[in-house]
Every structure is written in structure tokens, then in C-alpha cells.
């Protein structure tokens, strides 16, 4: 291979364009799903969005994409109106919720995937009762001992799953996880199935607990031949990210 010798943009290590990223992402999902003896239509792919500017938004609605995830609630409130006319787009909250922004985030947000305490939960009902709306949620569980990570101990789900299931402006739709940074791929797989057989354990009781949103670019396929039924992927779609 030849290099231009002037520093031009290399048109050699230009990056794959998000709709190729999308598109091969897509592959990936379904061939997951092929193994797990599962339908492709199952599983849903969510393309997080977080430090990306509203045009790879843009690019990705563009190549059919409608399910994005941001992490902050002050980071999608200044990119939405950019994208207001992106019909059909529905936009998660994946990040942690603060009680001083649950207004805000009933209001921005089609869903917010990572609820974990009574305290947000009746906040975030009034939130939404009061701009007549049900909001879907997933109850973020933690599932290993670490300190920083956010999300519900399991043994304190049941007693949450009962509360959030109370409010009436609140849909329970599911679970959500994300397994400690040092499990990457296979060594995620025990903290998935963990979810999933949480969610089976309690669908008895609350049968609209459906979703498991678990998996990431590093390691989808093993989320997916375990139940998940949401992706969340970054990288693999958008391309790395700055360091913020
Ligand atoms: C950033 C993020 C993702 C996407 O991670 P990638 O490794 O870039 O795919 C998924 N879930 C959550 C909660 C995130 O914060």
C-alpha cells in the first residue's frame, strides 16, 4: 500500500462511515441471535450517542436507525432541538438520573433505563403524571460488590420492583445491568445470565418485566445468547470516543 507522502486526510485509515458500522453491527445481532436459536427481532439494538455531535445522529437516523441512549440529561437537552424533527426517534436515559433531574428527564427522555431507588421512582412518577405521560423504565440492578457502580443490590430489587409497580405514571418494562469494567466479553456472560434469571424470577409477580437491556460493543453476542433483548452500543457504531 501506497501512502500519500503530504499530510492530507489518509484516505487509507479514513473511518468506516456509521452506516457501515450500523450495518455490520446489525450482522453481528443477528448472527448472535441464529446461534441462541433466537429471532432477530427480539433483540433491539440501541446506538449510544453519548459525546457524539447531533449530526452522527443524524447520520445514523439516516441509515434507518430510531433507538439511541445518552448518559446525561443535560447532554441530550442541548443536542434535542438540533434533531426535533427526527420523527420516530426515541431517545433513553442510560446514565445515572439525579433527583434534581427528573423533571427534565420525564420530559426529554421515551425512557429512563436506569432507575434504582424509591426516592427517584416517586419523583420521577410525578414528573411524568404531571405532563400526562407514562414513562417507561428498567430498573438498573447491580450485580457485583464494587463501589462506584450504580444500580439496586439484588437482594433490594423485590421490594423496589413492588414500589415502581405501584406508580401509575411509571411503566415497569424491564432490567438493566452493566457488568464491572475488568469482566470484559465472555467474562460478562455470568453477570447477564444473573440478570436474566432475576427478571424470570420476578415476571411472576410483575409480568410487563420484560426487557433486559445488557451488552455492549465488547460483548453483545455473549448479552444476546443470554437474553438480552436490548443492545447498548457505542463504540462499534459511532467509533471511539474522546476522553471527557
Ligand atoms: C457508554 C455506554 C454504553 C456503550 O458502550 P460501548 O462500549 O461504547 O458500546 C453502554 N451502556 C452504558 C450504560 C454506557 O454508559
Known amino acids: 500500500m501506497v501512502f500519500p507522502s503530504k499530510p492530507y486526510p489518509c ?49 445514523a437516523y439516516a441509515a434507518g436507525q430510531r433507538l439511541f441512549g445518552e448518559n446525561r440529561v443535560q447532554e441530550w437537552q442541548a443536542k434535542a432541538p438540533e434533531l426535533a424533527d427526527l420523527d420516530g426517534l ?32 416517586i419523583r420521577l412518577n410525578s414528573a411524568a403524571a404531571s ?31 413492588d414500589e415502581v409497580a405501584a406508580l401509575g405514571s411509571l411503566r415497569l418494562a424491564g432490567l438493566m445491568t452493566v457488568p464491572p ?9 455470568p453477570y447477564f445470565r444473573r440478570l436474566r434469571e432475576l427478571r424470570d424470577e420476578h415476571c411472576v409477580q410483575h409480568p410487563t418485566l420484560r426487557d433486559l437491556s445488557m451488552g455492549m460493543s465488547g460483548d453483545f453476542p455473549v448479552a444476546i445468547e443470554e437474553g438480552s433483548t436490548i443492545i447498548r452500543v457505542g463504540t462499534a457504531i459511532f467509533g471511539r470516543r474522546e476522553p471527557v
Open 131 to 161: 405532563l400526562h405521560r407514562v414513562l417507561p423504565v428498567l430498573v438498573e440492578v447491580k450485580l457485583s460488590p464494587e463501589e462506584t457502580k450504580h444500580g439496586v443490590a439484588p437482594a433490594e430489587l423485590p421490594a423496589l420492583l
Open 181 to 189: 469494567l475488568e469482566a470484559q466479553a465472555g467474562a460478562a456472560r
Open 11 to 59: 484516505p487509507y485509515t479514513e473511518a468506516v462511515s456509521i452506516a457501515e458500522n450500523l450495518d455490520r453491527v446489525r450482522e453481528e445481532l443477528a448472527a448472535a441471535c441464529a446461534r441462541a436459536g433466537r429471532k432477530p427481532d427480539e433483540v433491539r439494538l440501541m446506538a449510544v450517542s453519548k459525546t457524539h455531535p447531533p449530526a452522527s445522529i443524524q447520520e
Open 90 to 121: 426515541e431517545m433513553h436515559l442510560i446514565g445515572p438520573l439525579q433527583n434534581n433531574k427528573t423533571g427534565k428527564a420525564a420530559e426529554l427522555f421515551g425512557g429512563i433505563d436506569t432507575l434504582d431507588s424509591a426516592k427517584t421512582a
